[in-house]
């Protein structure tokens, strides 16, 4: 149970219990890692959660704000919004490092640096070296632009010969 002097919680307490909210296409995942909570603000005891969809049909946004209802409510907080923010538009630059590595260690390669820019010309560069997440070897052939989910693609190492998903940039 969340509670202070004045009843109502504070603002790093929400921050605090919305990392124990996962994503549900990658569990290993905090809602944080992924860099989608936007901002909490807390007025009196009113909480207001922003979050921002990794795309806009994202299936997994419906049950992400059922699970951040469900934490808090767990601790007593009643009073509870959650708004979804479209603009700006998510991009993987918002993930942490914290993030990223977990992604690798569960066998997903992250989104390289540097490439979600959304420039244009992006698009007709020299293809994303991506490194193996099992054997960190950079041989690597894209196999598929869809992997287990839309925002995944499907690729090989040519090293370890492993199969393995790419958490897109964007």
Same mark, same amino acid.
């Given at each position: ?9 504070t ?7 919305l ?54 409510l ?30 690798? &260690?569960?066998?997903i #390669?992250? +989104?390289?640096? %540097?490439? !979600? ?6 698009? =007709? @560069?020299? &293809?994303?070296?991506? #490194?193996? +997440?099992?054997? %960190?070897? !950079? ?5 598929n632009? =869809? @992997?287990?989910?839309?925002?995944? #693609? ?17």
């Amino acid at each position: 149970m969340v509670a202070t002097a004045t009843g109502a919680p504070t603002e790093a307490q929400i921050w605090r219990l919305l990392e124990e909210v996962t994503d549900p296409e990658v569990p290993v995942l905090s809602i944080l890692d992924l860099g989608i909570v936007r901002a909490v603000q807390v007025v009196g005891e009113q909480v207001t959660v922003t979050i921002t969809p990794t795309y806009s049909g994202c299936p997994a946004m419906n049950t992400i704000a059922t699970d951040i209802r469900l934490r808090l409510l767990a601790e007593g907080i009643t009073q509870l919004t959650v708004h979804n923010q479209l603009s700006p538009a998510w991009t993987t630059d918002w993930m942490s490092a914290a993030g990223r590595a977990k992604l690798t &260690a569960y066998g997903i #390669a992250p +989104p390289v640096d %540097g490439t !979600a820019t959304g420039h244009v010309l992006n698009l =007709f @560069g020299k &293809a994303t070296a991506v #490194a193996c +997440p099992l054997c %960190g070897s !950079a041989h690597t052939q894209l196999v598929n632009q =869809f @992997g287990s989910t839309a925002c995944k #693609a499907l690729y090989q190492c040519q090293d370890c010969r492993e199969p393995f998903d790419y958490f897109k940039c964007h």
